[in-house]
């Protein structure tokens, strides 16, 4: 073997090793036996799993997380498909700026998102933190919708919904009867991407959290400091898991990766 | 059909409104705080007061540090990770990729966590340290810059491999072997024909890698503790112990215009370098 | 309504924000009528085929059809068909479904759709293709499902844009068999726009050549070929030696001339190539340029009237290039143009 052939494979296996490494122990671990965080695990046990599950906080910070992630992207979309199908099929005075103003809250960083909201809506209009935190994911999750289905959009000819038109079908009809059909594949990547997005996010949900509110993450976080056992390893091996799951099943039915 | 503008701003305002309330507004007046002054009028003495802090010129430098270190070794890596993963054949290049994807389907802080079991005192490094007698105590390596790199760089990585991946496969097929029977050896194929025909990856990896290092907030959080700081942690700590919103303005202007710098500057290269190939 | 017009646009003017595209148009059109429009890319074609379907708004002016004004009627009541030069099918559905979309919005259902939507396709020949996906057919057979899936609405006026430029020499001409075919036997009213004169000569009654927005000549094939009323129509139907005319005298680079004949009083004159005389004649030209196209050959000639193109039967014996000739414009022989611009 030359050097040049050995360095193909090294390469690769010292790199995704980095990439993966961590993700395997943190799974390994979540099956120990023993007290505390430790690799080595100490023997076998779903102890730590099945412990996920009783914590009380945990089980609302998922409801809360689940309803965040799905409520602020079906919102996202609800607001997006309109101002992409605006953007891809009229010349709209302004374009430019409307496009900018949807697609800014993926360029500043959450945490000044979050504590924009916390002082300015939330504590001058007492808006109560659910509703903020809802607000706050939707704005998170409006850029990548608008992004994603723009670009299905862009790539449907316009002329159908003319065509549609011209055989009797009115403007809202055309838009289901041909348009959605064409771009369903575009909707559904942008859900699951803004699903997990807001799924993931912590920096926008730090400062918008009550007593009993609070997204999965950053009661995650808020867990870890005080409590040094594995349990938030068999957590973040499960929501590992359940978004490896869906986006592979977003890339067998959807080609999501074509979208993203 | 699509010539009726009100219908067109019927459909794009909810959007644009919507984003401008619960986004633009708020964010503005957050960053106005700064430069508003106690008594009234406007003022930047909220700024030299930052800056002449010894805590938050430690900690603004060290987020410009990290973030650029982060992103040097992130396109270091890449490069051979890239050059590797686009010489495989077409089935395990898609397997290989995906592992290399995979990672940002997984929460960051499930990948900050693992860090901990790793690197704790308690860890994995630390045991292998001390069984093969390189240490006696264990190493402090969590809470340090040490940690917060390695955190940052792994969750980053993939960001510039992938933007990599597709700037070599867009590369001319020939323009490595020409070079070759030209006489070059292999780091002035790098230099003189990989790197400027690949630039443009590059920079949009790099301002990715640079901008999430920059406005990263779980892993200086997590690997980082209380008293290695970032600028993100920085402005969480200002705002919840000690409750000082203008000092939290004045880090949300700088976290805002170092990144919109990097993100203009991405976009400067970019077109330069278009110029020039069409000038070519 | 008078017979003569079932489609009739009146002072038809178009606009794209503040540039008008077409101003002013008149046109009427017969029941069962083929029209063809005709005219420069960018003249206002297909803006005013979008007008008359009702997918741009009319600025001002009206537009009837069969009796009723339909300026201001929505584009999905008005049963105007408009097939377009890209075919839009509708990806995501079948030929058969594609072509019964229409029905279905009518509310057809059951035999009689399934019946509707196989004698279209069997008249276009697709009846085989029924299942198939647009993107699984080729051009010619795309373009048969959008015809079929047009002419089941019945719909009252059919438009088409440039339906044949998207075929191949042999396809063009197969369509456009099919297409005056369908015509014939649905005696359906259809406006064609093309930018090919040979094509609009074949197929219409009637021809509209259009320029910058404005209508220049309306005439049976015949009219418009042999008789061009302006410059720009008889440019475009390929008289390719045009003089204006002052005080009966063709105005030229060598100054007034006298024709020989009887001057016609019209505003210019305009020559084919075959119209030339070569050999005999008060002018004298220098061959610069030939051509041989069969059972023809082209001469271009340098001369005091400027350049002049002559075609005479291949019969006749060559002349060299560098060759003196002598030549005449016969005015009996030309087009009187009654506007020169
Ligand atoms: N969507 C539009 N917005 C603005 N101007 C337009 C638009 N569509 C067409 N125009 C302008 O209107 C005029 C007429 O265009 P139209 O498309 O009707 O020409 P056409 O005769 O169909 O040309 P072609 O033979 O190239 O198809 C042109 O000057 C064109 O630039
Ligand atoms: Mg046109």
Redesign the pocket.
Known sequence: MTARSLFIPITLLLVIAFLIGPFLIIVAASFSAGETLAFPPQGFSLRWIAKVFTVESFRASFGMSLFLAIGGTAAALVLGIPASYALSRY?LPGAEIVRTIVSAPIIVPGIIVGLALLRYIVVPFQVGITLALFLAHTALVLPYAVRVVSASLDNLRSDIEEAAVLLGSSRLGAFFRVVMPNIRGGIMSAFILGFVTSFNQVPVSLFLSGPGVRTLPVDMIAYMEIVFDPSVAALSSLLAFLSIGIVFIAERFLGFSRYV | MF?NRAEALALALPAAIFAAAVFLVPVVILLSDGFRAPTGGWTISAYTDFFSNSLNQTVFLRTLRLSALVTVASAVIGYAAAFAIVSLEPGAKGKVTGLVVLPLMISPVARTYAWIVILGRTGIVNQAFQALGITEAPLRILFSETAIFIGLLQLFLPLMIISLISALENMPKDAIPAARVLGANWFQVFWKVVLPLTKEGLVIGGTLVFTGSLTAYITPAILGGSKVLMLETLLYQQVAVSNNFVAASVIAFILIVMSFAANILLKRVATARNKQRSQA | MSDASYLSLEKLT?A??D?V??ANLDLDIRKGELIA?L????????????AIAGLLAVKSGHVRLDGADITRMPANKRAVGLMF?SYALFPHLSVYENVAFGLKLKGMRGTELETKVQSGLKSVGLSTFANRKPAELSGGQQQRVALARSMVMEPKVLLL??PLSNLDARLRLEMRTELQRVQKETGVTMIF?T?DQAEALALADRIVV?K??KIEQIGSPEDIYNRPTSSFVADFVGFENIFPLENGKMKTSAGLIDLSGKAPSAAGLAWRPRMVTLGTGPFQGTVRGTSFAGDAREYLLDTALGPIKAEVEASQPPHALGAGLTFDLPAEKAAPLSRFV
């Not at chain 3, 005219?39 to 979008?50: A, D, I, V, W």
């Open positions: 010349k | 010539q | 178009l794209y924000g540039s595209a077409v429009l005219g420069p890319s960018g003249c206002g074609k297909t803006t005013t085929m979008r030069q844009d440039e726009v930018h259009m910058s927005g």
